[in-house]
């Protein structure tokens, strides 16, 4: 019974990665368009045409799997709801200091929590989440296309970042295979290496 569960959350783990690689294409291939339907395709696409933004956001999930309930789910709930908000101070043209460093420190810290398995009490986690979810939701305001519908942009970007989380998640349900919880931290790793290189860039 349990190789039955290891290989159903192997499959879960491998499945959200390939849907994430399958999904970028398309919505990156309609960004254009006006309306609900070309703000909604250009804030989905958002999310997926940055990988600082996609290796952060995929580590909140990776973070939320390793500390386990209720932060599996609380997490990839907070980022996406003070994201929103970070999004409408960018719209609005309210300024944030230091965007881009903090999206980059959001990819070194996130994945340096995963690389070191580390089990922060649940409220500092999520103010760790949430502080980090405004830099990113900012960048997506900011960058709102002119003429676009604000509403369906918001939209796309959220909904987007609530699929990179979900893979998250299941790449973290690694953790139950053999040697997995090794293959979830170096995971963990590389994307704090990714955000060091987005430092330094």
């Known amino acids: 019974m349990t190789g039955v569960t290891d290989r159903t959350k192997f499959g ?5 990665s390939l849907f994430v690689l399958f999904v970028t294409m398309p919505a990156l291939a309609h ?21 600082d ?25 907070v980022f996406p709801l003070v994201m929103a908000l970070g999004g409408a101070l960018g719209a609005a043209g309210i300024d944030i200091p230091w965007v881009e460093v903090g999206i980059a420190l ?7 929590m995963v690389a070191g398995a580390v089990k922060a009490p649940l409220w500092i986690a999520a103010i760790l989440v949430g502080a980090f979810a405004i830099f990113h939701g900012h960048a997506h305001g900011t960058e709102l296309p002119a003429g676009t519908d604000a509403l369906g942009y918001s939209a796309g970007f959220v909904v987007a970042t609530g699929l990179l989380h979900l ?10 295979l053999r040697a997995g919880e090794w293959i979830v931290r170096a995971g963990g790793a590389a994307i704090s290496l990714a955000g060091v290189f ?4």
């Not at 804030?43 to 940055?50: E, R, S, T, V």
């Not at 933004?53 to 990839?76: K, Q």
């Not at 893979?167 to 139950?176: D, K």
Request: net charge positive.
């Open 106 to 112: 959001s990819a070194v810290v996130l994945g340096a």
């Open 53 to 77: 933004h996609v290796v952060a956001m995929v580590a909140v999930g990776l973070w939320g799997a390793v500390l386990g309930a209720p932060a599996i789910w609380l997490l990839p709930v």
């Open 198 to 201: 987005f430092l330094l860039r």
């Open 12 to 16: 879960l783990g491998l499945a959200g």
């Open 31 to 51: 960004v254009g368009g006006h309306g609900a339907a070309g703000g909604f395709a250009s804030g989905f696409a958002h999310p997926l045409g940055g990988l």
């Open 167 to 176: 893979a998250g998640i299941a790449l973290g349900n690694l953790n139950a």
